[in-house]
């Protein structure tokens, strides 16, 4: 893609975040957004399909690096430790972006009908990753337990990096919390 | 309740499943599940709001059941053995409507918007006994992560007992699971 090209793209994802941030997601229209971003609707309609899709598109990219991480892991690998390296394997997307992914979660977490459709795609992330796992050997239930489970603690570490802020990096939060399912699972009394 | 009246909701719950598995849960009518009943549709509106609660209706019991169990476990017990006991608490009710849970299972996986609803219940379900386990003083992060990891593990073992018909029973196919989400946690190579 040329420069400019990426360039478009991201002028139109900050006009768009910060306007559903001031106004709320339903009160910004494609107009506002492109207004804001000095383009025209036409220019914003060969990025996007909807003001919806400015904050889902990325999820693609992150899909596929997790995907791609779950090929490139070595053979022998158990189906958790593959999991999370697939969940780490998102770390350069999240640091690179981190205020923009931080706004864009305090938008959809506004938002019931964004929030239902962030759960919609939370739970096709999984299954995509339980297939991956199907497809390199694991069994079917224990690939289904191992993507689900990383999943809850992928979306608990998200939410407890976005909350910390600044002092804590997304990888080291996801550990923490592969390191908590541990004592969780293991614990034999209090 | 006096015995009739429990009668009369079976005899509604019975007809109702009847008539969806028959029909499809469109296409069956209040009036439709009334007259198979025997009963008038008078008579089904004491007992329910409308046709989608004959199916979720029993979830209050199930929550209630699995909520106690969660106060009745020994203080000390890690708070992943108080999820299983919450979740082996339903055993009874289950067991003993093995046929009709089966058969609501069907009706609900065959439609797309109950399947939702199933969901939306379950992550209701996962908040609820999270928050039971943050009263008796677990931290919310483990809590949540159990209540979670928990329900995944229930997800899966009912469905598995639901497919393997009558030869295992609910609480096996439950402890097998967990079973194996201790193997899938504690994997160190393959």
Do not use: C
């Not at 002028?11 to 709320?24: D, K, M």
């Not at 697939?86 to 959809?108: C, G, K, N, S, Y």
């Not at 991956?132 to 990383?150: K, Q, S």
């Amino acid at each position: 893609m040329p420069r400019w090209e990426s360039n478009t793209r991201e002028r139109l994802e900050a006009a768009a975040l910060a306007l559903f941030t001031e106004r709320g997601f339903e009160a910004a229209t494609v107009a506002d957004i492109a207004e804001r971003a000095g383009l025209t609707e036409r220019t914003f309609f060969r990025y996007f399909t909807d003001k919806r899709e400015v904050l889902f598109a990325g999820q693609e990219a992150l899909r596929d690096r997790m995907l791609a991480a779950v090929t490139e892991t070595p053979a022998g690998t158990p189906p958790l430790a593959i999991v999370e390296q697939a969940l780490l394997a998102m770390t350069p997307i999240f640091d690179a972006r981190r205020e923009v992914v931080h706004a864009r979660q305090r938008v959809v977490h506004a938002n019931a009908e964004l929030r239902e459709r962030e759960l919609h795609k939370m739970a096709m992330l999984a299954t995509l990753l339980a297939e991956a796992l199907v497809t390199r050997g694991v069994p079917p239930t224990t690939a289904t337990l191992a993507a689900e489970t990383g999943m809850t603690v992928f979306r608990l570490a998200f939410m407890r990096w976005i909350e910390t802020g600044a002092t804590t990096s997304y990888a080291e939060s996801l550990r923490a919390l592969f390191a908590t399912l541990t004592d969780v699972v293991t614990a034999t009394g209090a």
